[in-house]
Structure formats: structure tokens, C-alpha cells
């Protein structure tokens, strides 16, 4: 049984996430959940930028990749499935007219495990 791959995915999406939330933090943006979870999927980085909330999906890779950049890994369905989830949090939390915006943060990790490219893209879906 091979487990360490798993964990090092973990530990990898853990650090991206964890890079995402310093640079929006970075920018002024207040991170207010991560890792929310309901049963239409996990929403990675909620924030607020002013009145707006922001929903994050981050991606990561370590680079060179033979899967493609981490920006490439959002996915049509995985726009969907975000979308969905982000519609949950709304009405669980009573947000639902508040204004929205969904972000990608892709981060591409070198091989030492430095961060070698963090690309924020707001309004990419």
C-alpha cells in the first residue's frame, strides 16, 4: 500500500493553500473560512473583499509538470461544482444576494519546494 504519495498531495495542497491565503492577506483581503465543506464539495479559500465575497479555488504543481500547469487543472466541472458549493454557503450562511467573485490562485512549487510562480487570477470563472 502506497500512502506517502497521498500525503505528500496533502502536504503540497496544504502549502498552496497556505501561500494563496498569505498573498490575498498580502493584498488586504480578509480570508474568513478554508477547507468549508457541504455535501456538493469543499470550497478552498472564502474572503472578503469589501462587501464582495470572494470564493478561491487553488491549484498547485511542481514544476516541471507532465500534467499541465496548475491553472490548466480548473477544469470546466470543477468551475461547476464550486459554483454549486459557493451557492450552498450562500444560503447556509444567509449571504445569498451579496455580491460574489470567483478567483483562482495557481501555484507552481520548484523542485526544492520553494514557490516558483503564484498567478491570481480574480474573476476567472
Not at 497521498?6 to 490575498?24: I, K, M
Not at 472578503?48 to 487543472?73: C, M, N
Request: hydrophobic fraction near 40%.
Amino acid at each position: 500500500m502506497q500512502r506517502p504519495l497521498r500525503s505528500n498531495r496533502t502536504a503540497s495542497g496544504r502549502a498552496a493553500e497556505d501561500t494563496a491565503a498569505a498573498h490575498l492577506q498580502g493584498t488586504g483581503v480578509s480570508v474568513i473560512e478554508r477547507n468549508w465543506r457541504c455535501k456538493t464539495g469543499e470550497l478552498d479559500l472564502i474572503a472578503k473583499e469589501g462587501d464582495v465575497l470572494v470564493f478561491v479555488e487553488v491549484r498547485s504543481r511542481t514544476a516541471p509538470s507532465r500534467y499541465g500547469t496548475a491553472v490548466e487543472a480548473v477544469t470546466p466541472r470543477k468551475c461547476r461544482q464550486v459554483r454549486e458549493t459557493a451557492g450552498v454557503y450562500l444560503k447556509m450562511t444567509g449571504a445569498y444576494g451579496s455580491p460574489v467573485r470567483f478567483d483562482v490562485i495557481a501555484v507552481t512549487f520548484a523542485a526544492d519546494g520553494s514557490v516558483a510562480e503564484l498567478r491570481h487570477i480574480p474573476g476567472a470563472f
